[in-house]
T-cell receptor, first 114, second 114 residues
Framework: SAVISQKPSRDICQRGTSLTIQCQVDSQVTMMFWYRQQPGQSLTLIATANQGSEATYESGFVIDKFPISRPNLTFSTLTVSNMSPEDSSIYLC???????????FGPGTRLLVL | AQTVTQSQPEMSVQEAETVTLSCTYDTSESDYYLFWYKQPPSRQMILVIRQEAYKQQNATENRFSVNFQKAAKSFSLKISDSQLGDAAMYFCAYRRESNYQLIWGAGTKLIIKP
């Protein structure tokens, strides 16, 4: 299975600032996704990161707040812009390789906004 | 639209005993995958078991097995000989084969009593 890393693993940020989270996979993948997991809750899909084109956002998430890049088949970034305390969450990167294989997950980024 | 329901917010079991976590889903698709993921306090999502909808045989992985009832749209997870290391949040997920998006249940917190 793919080895997925995320950086940073955690961060504490001031409101109004931005943070970029990186997701790196050790092999090419078909799909990459970004999730948010608020404390004590399930995962909510933010967007599908599309290679070489704009990400596809889910309802309630917009590009200005969560710009996403995916320059190649192994790397993606998620930026959380103009942060507020409500953005305090775990952010998870997930990948799909297709062919019936199960989705893989990065270790997550724990973000605290003060 | 597909939905996934986990009706047990929390379950507890004595160490070495058996516990069953419930999951039901709703879909009009005929081909899909179902997954159980475990999320310990480290927040890493760990695949426990998966089931392909077109396979009638229930999946088994060591102490973990599922009871997949396609007509009833039920996908419960049985953990035998529970161990302290099994304590975690357990999430049931449905994967749309059209775009590989995962639909998540709310999760069940499993407590193991020594």
């Amino acid at each position: 299975s793919a080895v997925i890393s995320q950086k940073p693993s955690r961060d504490i940020c001031q409101r109004g600032t931005s943070l970029t989270i990186q997701c790196q996979v050790d092999s090419q993948v078909t799909m990459m996704f970004w999730y948010r997991q608020q404390p004590g809750q399930s995962l909510t899909l933010i967007a599908t990161a599309n290679q070489g084109s704009e990400a596809t956002y889910e309802s309630g998430f917009v590009i200005d707040k969560f710009p996403i890049s995916r320059p190649n088949l192994t790397f993606s970034t998620l930026t959380v812009s103009n942060m507020s305390p409500e953005d305090s969450s775990i952010y998870l990167c997930s990948v799909e390789k297709g062919g019936g294989r199960p989705p893989g997950f990065g270790p997550g980024t724990r973000l605290l906004v003060l | 639209a597909q939905t996934v329901t986990q009706s047990q917010p929390e379950m507890s079991v004595q160490e070495a005993e058996t516990v069953t976590l419930s999951c039901t889903y709703d879909t009009s698709e005929s081909d899909y995958y179902l997954f159980w993921y475990k999320q310990p306090p480290s927040r890493q999502m760990i695949l426990v078991i998966r089931q392909e909808a077109y396979k009638q045989q229930n999946a088994t992985e060591n102490r973990f097995s599922v009871n997949f009832q396609k007509a009833a749209k039920s996908f419960s997870l049985k953990i035998s000989d529970s161990q302290l290391g099994d304590a975690a949040m357990y999430f049931c997920a449905y994967r749309r084969e059209s775009n590989y998006q995962l639909i998540w249940g709310a999760g069940t917190k499993l407590i193991i009593k020594p």
